[in-house]
């Protein structure tokens, strides 16, 4: 069965702080790794990884992935009050001609205070 | 461009009740799935369609079920509703399967 498991499960932090959240996973035939941010409602893409050792950047907000280890790191320099969410972490596998879908951890639950 | 759009954004029902949920994807997106959320819980594969055939499905009983229209867009349908369905319903939408994919605001179900 697929796993993926976030640390910290949240996270207080003073703005302008940086912040590195985890993300480990077990899945068989992986294909891809995505960060989301999810405020309210719908989770809002921030990354998708499928190479080991190629950070991606948006902004402030980073990820790197380690294939052989089996983690990714989501990192957000410079925090803002606005960065407050939940990140979620999903890995994407695919078995024979079907689709597994997302396989999605908890969550971190990230509070930057002013 | 619209979003991923999902119709109803609240709605509750009572307990043996039957629901449908409504998503249409993003423009030119032929893949659509479904996820449920519950409090406090990442989301939960349940549906995935691809021109207009299920093409994955995950760990949820027979009273869970979806399907896709010519237009790409998609309904989730749940019989015999239960206390324990109560939760956030996404859709979400790709070009095809293995390309990103992208969440509407979801449906808030609360069986009472």
């Known amino acids: 069965e697929d796993k993926v498991v976030q640390s910290p499960l949240s996270l207080v932090v003073h703005e302008g702080d940086t912040v590195t959240l985890n993300c480990s996973y077990e899945v068989t035939n992986f294909r891809s790794l995505l960060w989301y941010k999810q405020e309210k409602k719908a989770p809002t893409f921030l990354f998708m990884l499928t190479s080991s050792g190629i950070e991606k950047k948006s902004g402030r907000l980073s990820s790197i992935l380690d294939k052989k280890e089996l983690f990714s790191i989501l990192n957000i320099t410079a925090t803002q009050t606005g960065d407050s969410a939940v990140y979620l972490c999903a890995v994407e596998a695919l078995s024979g001609g079907g689709a597994d879908g997302l396989t999605f951890g908890k969550g971190t639950h990230l509070i930057i205070q002013p | 461009d619209a979003g991923v759009t999902q119709s109803p954004t609240h709605l509750i029902k009572t307990r043996g009740q039957h629901v449908t949920l409504r998503c249409s994807p993003i423009s030119g997106h032929k893949s659509v799935s479904w996820y449920q959320q519950v409090l406090g819980q990442g989301p939960q594969f349940i549906f995935q369609y691809y021109e207009k055939e299920e093409r994955g499905r995950g760990n949820f009983p027979d009273r869970f079920s979806a399907r896709q229209f010519p237009n790409y867009s998609s309904e989730l349908n749940v019989n015999a509703l239960l206390l324990g369905d109560s939760a956030l319903y996404l859709c979400?939408?790709?070009?095809?399967?293995?390309?990103?994919?992208?969440f509407g605001e979801g449906s808030w179900l609360t069986v009472v």
């Open positions: 979400a939408s790709s070009f095809s399967p293995g390309n990103t994919i992208y």
